[in-house]
């Protein structure tokens, strides 16, 4: 689950800020967001909340909540926890203890509210002033009302399976356990079944499931990638390339020595990343849709959307790729019914924390991960930008020793020609990109092994060729390559340290020996 935002710089910034004005700042920081158009959708997705399961609706202190999870919080943060907690799966919020000095606090926090706030008023007289302003009170002693300090999720599903529980995290649950708690503890209360076998699917195409067709989508693009990468290194260009430039490799060469292997360095990168979105695309499939998992379907749909549509690139200068269009019209169909099926049910296992020592590694390598996936976010944008407007950056020119304007005199075709691949890379890169920050986001979770080898094949296929292509081209400008090995770097130990947790096994149990 994401609690990067808590874990591990909680530690940092405690010992910057204090304690308690750190869980403000982090608190602050959340509110502000979800308080933006549209922001409370973001907190929500980004901390993989999902409506809770109708086994969690009920009433407290009379009032009804669609989940009876919910929050503590003091006078002094209520407005902050009102406004951030929801979004992040609080079904309710209680403020206490609330004194006659608090109650404007409160007045304040209620305003705008999402979901109920209750009170512990300090006698009588608070609770009249408080009245018209909150939607109940509750007491110290509630039946029924379980208050949590301890950040593991077991005590708290121990306490929702009684229909009337309500159960409360306070301050040290949030700042222990991170934003993702909620989602947690409503995915372990979510009755769950085994997922559906992988098997061979029947000749009726009404019937497939739409992780099959998200599996089919990545795996065709793994397969179109593979052989993108093999025209790279045998003939570089087809009969359509040579007809769009009006010249062979030959030409290419005797205009500039570096220029065939420049225009292979593109594709040979742009041939890893398909592969590495193809990669991420069957695990989101096989690992996460196969399993119900909600968010596995949007992190496809939104990475999707970026990928196809950034493939019709090329139609603004006018060059149509047969066997890249033969790919699209063929997995764009596909796609579209991977994410518009229903996918199956909850078939996930929810597994406990394992050791904390081990769990706060395994959140110090999301948050590299996401700080990853974030960083080739820019780099897709970027390149997508620079192919569509100045075709090369600078190291590009002083590697080639030439300029744009010499290459364009060379033949009318050639700038045309390097921008839509440029192009076509970065929205590859793109969708990648998004797909891995949403995967590192979403899915960290103990014991879910096929997250961590989506990203390690992934990075695999993306990272190498990009690598070993500089270097047989001898394209080493330091500059150029920094975000690549930075890339690596965080990639590698990010996997490393988050091995154990994501690849955990379930403990096997000794059965005691059979009397003789």
Same mark, same amino acid.
């Given at each position: 689950?994401p %609690?990067?935002?808590?874990q591990?710089?909680?530690g940092?910034? =405690?010992?910057?800020?204090g304690?308690?004005?750190?869980?403000?700042?982090a608190? @602050?920081?959340?509110a502000?967001?979800? #308080?933006?158009?549209g922001?409370?959708?973001?907190?929500? @997705? !980004?901390?993989?909340?999902?409506?809770?399961?109708?086994?969690?609706?009920?009433?407290?202190?009379?009032?009804?909540?669609?989940?009876?999870?919910?929050?503590?919080?003091?006078? @002094?943060?209520?407005?902050? !926890?009102?406004?951030?907690?929801?979004?992040l799966?609080?079904?309710?919020?209680?403020?206490?203890?609330v004194?006659?000095a608090?109650?404007?606090?409160?007045?304040?926090?209620?305003?705008?509210?999402?979901?109920?706030?209750?009170?512990?008023?300090?006698?009588?007289?608070?609770?009249r002033?408080?009245?018209?302003?909150?939607?109940?009170?509750?007491t110290?002693?509630?039946?029924?009302?379980?208050?949590?300090? #301890?950040?593991?999720?077991?005590?708290?599903?121990?306490?929702?399976?009684?229909?009337?529980?309500?159960?409360?995290?306070?301050?040290?649950?949030?700042?222990?356990?991170?934003p993702?708690?909620?989602?947690?503890?409503?995915?372990?209360?979510?009755?769950? #079944?085994?997922?559906?076998?992988?098997?061979?699917v029947?000749g %009726?195409?009404?019937?497939?499931?739409?992780?099959?067709?998200?599996?089919?989508?990545?795996?065709g693009?793994?397969?179109?990638g593979?052989?993108a !990468?093999?025209i790279?290194?045998?003939?570089?260009?087809?009969?359509?390339?040579r007809?769009?430039l009006?010249?062979?490799?030959?030409?290419?060469?005797?205009?500039?020595?570096?220029?065939?292997?420049?225009?292979?360095?593109?594709?040979?990168?742009?041939?890893?990343?398909?592969?590495?979105?193809?990669?991420?695309?069957?695990?989101?499939?096989?690992?996460?849709?196969?399993?119900?998992?909600?968010?596995?379907?949007?992190?496809?749909?939104?990475?999707g959307w970026?990928?196809?549509?950034?493939?019709?690139? #090329?139609?603004?200068?006018g060059?149509?790729?047969?066997?890249?269009?033969?790919?699209?019209?063929?997995?764009?169909?596909?796609?579209?019914?991977?994410v518009?099926?229903?996918?199956?049910?909850?078939?996930?296992?929810?597994?406990?924390?394992g050791?904390?020592?081990?769990?706060?590694?395994?959140?110090?390598?999301?948050?590299?991960?996401?700080?990853?996936g =974030?960083?080739?976010?820019?780099?897709?944008?970027a390149?997508?930008?620079?192919?569509?407007?100045?075709?090369?950056v600078?190291s590009d020119?002083?590697?080639?020793?030439?300029?744009?304007?010499?290459?364009?005199? =060379?033949?009318?075709g050639?700038?045309?020609?390097?921008?839509? %691949?440029?192009?076509?890379?970065?929205? =590859?890169?793109?969708?990648?990109?998004?797909?891995?920050?949403?995967?590192?986001?979403?899915?960290?979770?103990?014991?879910?092994s096929?997250?961590?080898?989506?990203?390690?094949?992934?990075?695999?296929?993306?990272?190498?060729?990009?690598?070993?292509?500089?270097? &047989?081209?001898?394209?080493?400008?330091?500059?150029?390559?920094?975000?690549?090995?930075?890339? &690596?770097?965080l990639?590698?130990?990010?996997?490393?340290?988050?091995r154990?947790?994501?690849?955990?096994r379930?403990?096997?149990?000794?059965?005691?020996?059979?009397?003789?």
């Open positions: 689950m %609690d990067w935002t808590y591990p710089l909680r940092i910034a =405690a010992a910057l800020l304690a308690d004005r750190s869980r403000r700042w608190l @602050r920081a959340l502000t967001v979800g #308080s933006l158009p922001g409370g959708f973001v907190v929500a @997705r !980004a901390f993989g909340h999902r409506h809770p399961p109708s086994l969690l609706a009920g009433t407290v202190a009379g009032v009804p909540v669609r989940s009876r999870l919910g929050a503590v919080v003091p006078p @002094r943060v209520a407005r902050d !926890a009102v406004r951030a907690l929801p979004p799966g609080a079904g309710l919020v209680e403020v206490a203890p004194g006659e608090d109650v404007p606090l409160v007045v304040k926090a209620a305003e705008g509210r999402r979901v109920p706030v209750v009170a512990r008023a300090e006698g009588p007289d608070v609770a002033m408080l009245a018209p302003y909150v939607d109940g009170f509750t110290g002693a509630d039946p029924g009302v379980v208050r949590l300090t #301890s950040p593991s999720v077991g005590p708290a599903v121990e306490a929702l399976a009684d229909p009337t529980a309500v159960v409360l995290a306070a301050p040290p649950v949030l700042v222990g356990s991170g993702g708690w909620f989602a947690r503890v409503a995915e372990a209360v979510t009755p769950t #079944s085994a997922p559906p076998p992988v098997r061979k029947g %009726d195409l009404r019937r497939w499931p739409a992780w099959w067709w998200a599996f089919l989508v990545g795996a693009l793994v397969v179109a593979v052989g !990468a093999l790279t290194m045998g003939p570089v260009l087809l009969w359509y390339d007809a769009f009006g010249m062979g490799t030959e030409r290419l060469q005797a205009i500039n020595r570096r220029l065939v292997g420049f225009l292979q360095h593109d594709r040979i990168t742009m041939a890893g990343t398909m592969v590495a979105v193809g990669v991420l695309y069957a695990g989101l499939a096989m690992g996460g849709m196969r399993r119900g998992w909600p968010w596995a379907r949007e992190a496809l749909t939104v990475s970026i990928l196809f549509p950034a493939s019709l690139s #090329s139609l603004r200068w060059f149509v790729e047969p066997l890249h269009a033969a790919v699209v019209v063929v997995l764009f169909p596909m796609f579209v019914m991977a518009r099926r229903r996918t199956a049910g909850p078939g996930w296992t929810a597994r406990p924390e050791p904390r020592r081990e769990w706060r590694a395994a959140l110090l390598g999301q948050l590299l991960m996401v700080g990853t =974030a960083g080739l976010l820019v780099g897709g944008v390149v997508s930008a620079v192919g569509v407007t100045d075709v090369f600078r020119l002083e590697y080639l020793g030439t300029g744009p304007e010499a290459l364009h005199a =060379a033949g009318p050639l700038l045309p020609f390097v921008a839509h %691949d440029r192009a076509g890379f970065g929205g =590859a890169l793109t969708a990648a990109a998004v797909a891995i920050t949403l995967v590192s986001a979403w899915g960290w979770r103990r014991g879910e096929w997250v961590w080898w989506s990203l390690a094949l992934a990075a695999a296929a993306g990272f190498v060729p990009a690598v070993v292509v500089h270097g &047989v081209i001898e394209y080493s400008d330091f500059g150029h390559l920094a975000p690549v090995f930075a890339g &690596v770097g990639t590698v130990t990010a996997l490393i340290l988050s154990p947790y994501l690849c955990a379930p403990r096997k149990v000794r059965r005691p020996p059979d009397p003789p």
